[in-house]
């Protein structure tokens, strides 16, 4: 099996009703070498004044890039297998358009490196057939990487949706969030 082979069948699942809070993803993804010792993973609550729901916020990694389309200096790329890479460092300017431009709302600029920095999916690991940091960590299954069978059998009643509306624009992502069986998209008002 080559590479290549490997994460052409892999993929990046998001279950949100899974999520505990307990931000192992962002101790395993702060202690990656690639990273700077920072977490690219964030766990935010939803309302906690009401409710100990969490979220998860990872690169959904998109079809269409729309950080990358608005960078002035072409530090953002894509590379053939959909992983939306952070801006390089030797490119980018810390103009911050792709933090406002991004519709799920990850990229981070770090103010002190003058650079944007977000989740490249493990590339270091996901490029040598290993699972991200942090789907190797998540205790409660919110976070997982493998083949869309294997969830498929994981989450009988749960369907892989990678397909997002905003207001008119459709975008298309790499990573999937699961929703209950049946759905199509998720339209974000």
Not at 82 to 107: L, W
Not at 128 to 135: I, V
């Amino acid at each position: 099996m080559t590479i290549t082979e490997y994460n052409k069948n892999m993929g990046f699942f998001v279950d949100m009703q899974r999520c505990i809070g307990c931000h192992a993803c962002e101790m395993a993804c702060a202690e990656c070498e690639t990273n700077g010792q920072e977490s690219m993973i964030h766990i935010h609550y939803v309302d906690r004044k009401h409710t100990i729901q969490t979220t998860v916020q990872v690169c959904m990694h998109c079809e269409d890039p729309v950080c990358a389309n608005v960078c002035p200096a072409d530090a953002i790329t894509k590379d053939n297998l959909g992983v939306v890479h952070s801006a390089n460092t030797a490119r980018c300017i810390g103009c911050s358009n792709c933090v406002m431009a991004c519709p799920f709302g990850v990229p981070n600029k770090k103010e002190e490196a003058e650079l944007m920095m977000k989740c490249n999916m493990c590339y270091d690991r996901t490029s040598a057939g290993l699972k991200p940091m942090c789907a190797t960590v998540c205790p409660s299954g919110a976070l997982f990487y493998g083949t869309l069978e294997e969830i498929e059998e994981k989450r009988p009643h749960s369907t892989p949706v990678n397909k997002f509306i905003f207001g008119k624009q459709e975008v298309i992502t790499k990573v999937n969030v699961m929703m209950p069986k049946g759905s199509k998209e998720l339209k974000v008002h």
